[in-house]
């Protein structure tokens, strides 16, 4: 089964606000409806807050307090309220499951996978976003990009495997200097014992990836997920025939790639090329 993450994966704050706002509600004997209309919200914002979905604004969190019987309970509640900052929506249960992960395999064809960007490849891509982000925003998701690649060096039980596209290198994102920082970084990150990297030559008549970047993981219980991603949203997939269908990809793939050594030495000619 697969499901859209248009919704943000509630922080455990929210959830626990939303109980909070909930347990009031119904103890003031009100629906979801008539708490709504009490504080100028339609039931649709009320649920979503409840299921810790929404992060509730300063408005709600005071027309509920008086609506419920004026306890503080939800003024104190909110003083907690977070979520996790610089990650899409759709993109945070993943990154939870990434935490964990025993083997992780990403295939990538439109950009360096956040795993292996150098600061300043993500911050042109931050800077290159429709509709522009702030100054702010670009920095939370820079964090947020640097926190998740130290999984890479901490979690050295993991297996990680990365197929790349020859031409993620030579778009040469960011200009030439960019570019060759991004390819010494790689090549780095290529030394570490449990990453594997290899590159799918632009020549390949034969491609078992056409339909698209894909990610795949295994978790400690050795149930394996696997993660799509489009323009703006992505796709959270659990069902054992779809895992088979792209883990049978994944791994012809591989045989398609350069070997790792020879991956090793095309970026490194790539890179003098600059």
Not at 120 to 141: H, K, M, S, V, W
Request: proline fraction near 4%; include cysteine; charge should be negative.
């Amino acid at each position: 089964m697969g499901w859209d993450h248009e919704e943000p994966d509630s922080s455990d704050s929210m959830k626990t606000f939303g109980a909070v706002v909930q347990a009031l509600r119904e103890h003031m004997g009100l629906s979801r409806a008539e708490l709504g209309a009490l504080v100028g919200f339609s039931k649709h914002t009320v649920a979503s807050i409840e299921l810790g979905r929404r992060m509730p604004d300063e408005v709600f969190v005071e027309e509920t307090e008086q609506a419920t019987g004026n306890t503080g309970a939800l003024r104190n509640a909110a003083k907690h309220l977070a979520r996790q900052p610089g990650l899409a929506a759709w993109f945070r249960l993943w990154a939870k499951l990434e935490q964990r992960a025993l083997a992780l395999y990403t295939y990538e064809c439109r950009l360096i996978p956040g795993l292996l960007q150098t600061q300043a490849y993500a911050r042109t891509l931050f800077a290159n976003q429709l509709p522009p982000l702030g100054d702010e925003q670009i920095e939370a998701q820079l964090a947020a990009r640097v926190e998740r690649q130290r999984l890479l060096r901490e979690r050295q039980n993991t297996d990680y495997s990365f197929i790349l596209e020859e031409h993620l290198f030579l778009r040469r994102t960011g200009g030439v200097e960019v570019t060759r920082e991004l390819i010494d970084h790689v090549l780095d990150v290529a030394t570490i014992r449990n990453v594997r990297i290899q590159v799918m030559p632009q020549v390949r008549e034969n491609h078992a990836g056409l339909d698209g970047p894909m990610q795949l993981l295994e978790t400690p219980e050795h149930k394996w997920h696997a993660y799509c991603e489009g323009q703006r949203s992505g796709l959270l997939i659990s069902d054992p025939k779809e895992i088979s269908v792209l883990q049978m990809r994944y791994a012809t793939m591989r045989s398609q790639a350069l070997t790792l050594e020879d991956s090793v030495s095309l970026l490194q000619r790539m890179r003098g090329a600059l």
